[in-house]
C-alpha cells in the first residue's frame, strides 16, 4: 500500500451526503478520498432527482402560466407552442452546471475523487474497481470510512421496470413525448411532482394509491386540501385502489386494478412507478465484514454518532433511517465527520422541513395534528389562508392556507405546515422557530414585510397564541 492511497477518511457515494462529508472533513484537516461509480458526481438528488425534477417544475409551470394565467394579468401572447426537447435540454444543462460545480468545490477542498465502484474488504480498506473495467482495482486504506451511496426506487415484482413503458422517476424525467395518458402507481411526493410536471405539458395523469389519501405523511387537513387543488388540475385519483398486473401491448401499459368499486382496467401509454425508495447497499460488502441492517427495511443500523456496528465504518443520508430528504443527508454528513474530529454536534430530527414541489407547493416542519393527538399533547392551532395575504392576491395565488400548532401550555412550536405559493421558502422560518424552540407569540410579535405571503404565517401564529388563552385542545 503506497503511502498516496492512505487517507484519514474515505467517503463512498458523492451525493448531498458524501459530497457535504467531503468539503467539512477537509475544513477539518482531514485527507480525503470520494468514491463514485458515476462519471458525474452529486449523486441521485443532482443527476436523476431533485434538480431535474425541479427544473422541469419550473419548466412547465412557465409553459402552464403561459397557457392559462397570463391573460388575466393583461398580458396577451399568441398560440403557445411547447419545444420539449428544449425543455429537456434546459433541465440536462441546469445539471450539468450544478455537478461540475460540487467537482470544483471537492478540488477546491483537495478532496481526491476516485471513480469507479467502491466496496470493503476490510473496516480500513477499500476496493474499487474501475468505472471502464479496463484497469486495474485500486485499494484505499482508511482511517475511517463512510457510506453515503443513497438510495434506488423499489421495484414491484408485479411491475417491472422495462425503461420504456414501466418506468422509474428516472426515466420519467426524460420522455421524448408527452404521454397523453400517464399512469402512476404511488401518490407520495416523487408520483406528484413528476405527475405536475407531466400534467401541465398535457398529459392525462391517474394516480393509484393504496391508502386512503395521497402524501399520507403529511397533516390531513393539508393532504386533503392538496388532493382537491390537483383534482381541480386536472389529476384523477384512485384511492384505496391497487394495481393487480400490468402487461405491455401495442405501445402501451394495459393494467388490470382492484379498486373500492372492483376490478378495473385501464390502458395508459406509460405508467410510472413510484411506491418508495430503499437504501442502494448492493456490492459494498456489508455481508461479508458484519455491518447490521434492519431485517425489515435494509437500512444501517447506526449509533448516534452514525457509526455502525463495525468500529470505523460510519453510514448517513438514505442508507440510514429518517426520511430520505438531501437535506436530511447533508445534515447528518456535517454531524457524522465533526463526531469524528471529536466536535459535539447532532442532528435534530424534529426540524428537519419536508416539501413537496407541486403546485401549489407543500411544505412542513414539525409533528402533525394527529401525532399530537396520538400522543396526548395539549397544543392550540392557528390557520389562516393565503386569501387573506395582499401579496397573495396581487399575484392570483389564493389557494392554500398555513396552519401553526403549538402547547397549550408554552406555547412552544410544535409544528408548522403550509399548501400554498412559495411554501418552499416559507418553512424556513418554521424550521429555525422549532430548532430554537420558538414560541408561536414569538413568531406573530416579530415583525414581517408587507406584502408578504410570511405574513399569513405571522397571522396563523397569533390565531394560536389567542388560542392558547382557552387552554388548547387534546
Known amino acids: 500500500m503506497t503511502e498516496e492511497n492512505r487517507y484519514d477518511l474515505v467517503v463512498i457515494g458523492s451525493g448531498p451526503g458524501g459530497y457535504v462529508a467531503c468539503v467539512r472533513a477537509a475544513q477539518l484537516g482531514m485527507r480525503v478520498a470520494c468514491v463514485e461509480k458515476n462519471a458525474r458526481l452529486g449523486g441521485v438528488c443532482l443527476n436523476v432527482g431533485c434538480i431535474p425534477s425541479k427544473a422541469l417544475l419550473d419548466s412547465s409551470e412557465h409553459y402552464a402560466t403561459a397557457r392559462r394565467r397570463l391573460a388575466e394579468h393583461g398580458v396577451r401572447v399568441g398560440e403557445v407552442e411547447l419545444d420539449l426537447a428544449a425543455m429537456m435540454a434546459r433541465k440536462d444543462q441546469v445539471v450539468a452546471e450544478l455537478t461540475e460545480n460540487v467537482r470544483k468545490l471537492l478540488e477546491r477542498h483537495k478532496v481526491e475523487v476516485v471513480t469507479g465502484t467502491g466496496r470493503l474488504e476490510s473496516p480500513g480498506k477499500v476496493r474499487v474497481e474501475p468505472a ?10 482508511a ?22 413503458f414501466i418506468v422509474s422517476s428516472t426515466e420519467a424525467l426524460a420522455f421524448d413525448r408527452v404521454p397523453e395518458r400517464l399512469g402512476i402507481v404511488g401518490g407520495g411526493y416523487i408520483g406528484l411532482e413528476l405527475g405536475s410536471v407531466w400534467n401541465r405539458l398535457g398529459s392525462h395523469v391517474t394516480v393509484i394509491e393504496m391508502l386512503p389519501r395521497i402524501a399520507s405523511l403529511l397533516d390531513s387537513q393539508v393532504s386533503r386540501a392538496l388532493e382537491r387543488l390537483l383534482r381541480r388540475q386536472g389529476f384523477e385519483f384512485l384511492l384505496e385502489s391497487r394495481v393487480e398486473e400490468a402487461a405491455v401491448e401495442d405501445d402501451a401499459v394495459r393494467v388490470r386494478l382492484r379498486t373500492k368499486k372492483g ?17 442502494l447497499t448492493r456490492g459494498l460488502g456489508l455481508e461479508d465484514l458484519g455491518v447490521a441492517t434492519d431485517p425489515q427495511t435494509g437500512q444501517i443500523l447506526v449509533n448516534t454518532r452514525y457509526e455502525t456496528s463495525v468500529p470505523g465504518i460510519y453510514a ?3 442508507l440510514v433511517a429518517g426520511p430520505m430528504l438531501a437535506h436530511k443527508a447533508s445534515a447528518e454528513a456535517v454531524a457524522c465527520v465533526e463526531g469524528m474530529a471529536g466536535l459535539e454536534s447532532e442532528v435534530n430530527y424534529d426540524a428537519v422541513p419536508s416539501i413537496i414541489y407541486t403546485w401549489p407547493e407543500v411544505a412542513s416542519v414539525g409533528k402533525t395534528e394527529e401525532a399530537l393527538k396520538a400522543l396526548q399533547v395539549p397544543y392550540c392551532m392557528g390557520t389562516y389562508p393565503f386569501a387573506g395575504a395582499g401579496r397573495a392576491r396581487c399575484m392570483g395565488e389564493t389557494d392554500g392556507f398555513v396552519k401553526v400548532l403549538s402547547h397549550a401550555g408554552s406555547g412552544r412550536v410544535l409544528g408548522i405546515h403550509i399548501i400554498g405559493p412559495r411554501a418552499s421558502d416559507m418553512i424556513a422560518e418554521g424550521v429555525l422557530a422549532v430548532e430554537c424552540s420558538a414560541t408561536a407569540q414569538d413568531i406573530g410579535r416579530v415583525m414581517h414585510g408587507h406584502p408578504t405571503f410570511a405574513e ?18 387534546l
Open 132 to 141: 471502464d473495467r479496463e484497469g486495474s482495482p485500486v485499494e484505499l486504506q
Open 263 to 279: 376490478e378495473e382496467e385501464r390502458v395508459f401509454d406509460r405508467l410510472l412507478v413510484a411506491v418508495g425508495r430503499r437504501p
Open 316 to 318: 448517513i443520508g438514505d
Open 456 to 473: 399569513a404565517l405571522q397571522e396563523a401564529a397569533r390565531v394560536a397564541t389567542a388560542c392558547a388563552v382557552y387552554g388548547g385542545k
Open 143 to 164: 482511517g475511517k470510512v463512510l457510506l453515503a451511496t443513497g438510495s434506488e426506487p423499489v421495484q414491484v415484482p408485479s411491475l417491472p421496470f422495462d425503461g420504456r
